[in-house]
């Protein structure tokens, strides 16, 4: 199975570092990995590069640089981007842990009818303040095969290319637009499967992206 890894990004310079050391530390990294940035003023498309070419992996991820994008339109954009069929989904502001995307795929391999994969996705609650966030607006944990995981949730998932496109891609907004797709998937009716032992961190404050995040979830 070849994988895509596509994460949008904007104004991520203090997470962006953090998020690529844990993908190319993954035990099984993904084939390619395409950050979108939706027009950064911070520098974050700079760090990334440079990041990448301090370690020679400028070949294995890029970036693509939007003057402007939302988080949907940034991840419709890297998934017209990718070369292969599978897609997994990250966002800035968060640590995969090493076995994540092995993790998923071994689920995703189980049965070839299997369209989208979940996993789970964590707080990283460090400080008092953190943890109040998280007690506030994080989702209880809830038993999925046979395990304890927080999901449904886009920043831990592989979905087939021909999902996107059977649901006509990410709302082009600036928050939600995963709900909603998860959401269409569903109504679809295409097979989901769970992998709770595929698990991301994500700060609940200190990235842009996670700020977003949870003032929905």
């Known amino acids: 199975m070849k994988v895509s890894l596509v994460v949008p990004v904007k104004n991520e310079a203090d997470s962006i570092a953090c998020l690529m050391s844990s993908v190319a530390g993954q035990t099984r990294r993904p084939d390619e990995m395409i950050v979108v940035d939706g027009g950064s003023e911070d520098g974050t ?3 990334a590069e440079e990041w990448l070419k301090r370690r020679s992996l400028s070949g294995w991820a890029r970036v693509v640089r939007v003057d402007e994008a939302t988080p949907g339109k940034g991840r419709n954009i890297g ?46 609650a460090e400080t008092f303040f953190e943890r109040c966030v998280a007690l506030t607006y994080v989702a ?47 109504r679809k009716g295409y097979k989901i499967a769970w992998a709770p032992r595929a ?8 990235s842009r992206a996670t700020r977003r995040r949870s003032r929905w979830w």
């Open 79 to 124: 998934v017209a981007e990718a070369r292969y069929e599978w897609i997994a989904f990250t966002d800035a502001g968060i640590r995969v842990e090493e076995p994540w995307l092995e993790r998923l795929i071994e689920v995703a391999e189980r049965d070839d009818q299997i369209d989208v994969v979940y996993g789970s996705c964590e707080p990283a």
């Open 199 to 206: 698990v991301v961190w994500w700060r609940s404050c200190g």
């Open 140 to 186: 209880p944990k809830q038993l999925r095969e046979d395990r304890w995981m927080r999901g449904p949730a886009i920043p831990s998932s592989l979905i087939r290319r021909e999902v996107w496109e059977g649901v006509g891609g990410f709302p082009d907004l600036r928050a939600a637009e995963d709900l909603i797709f998860m959401e269409a998937v569903e």
């Open 45 to 47: 498309p700079e760090i």
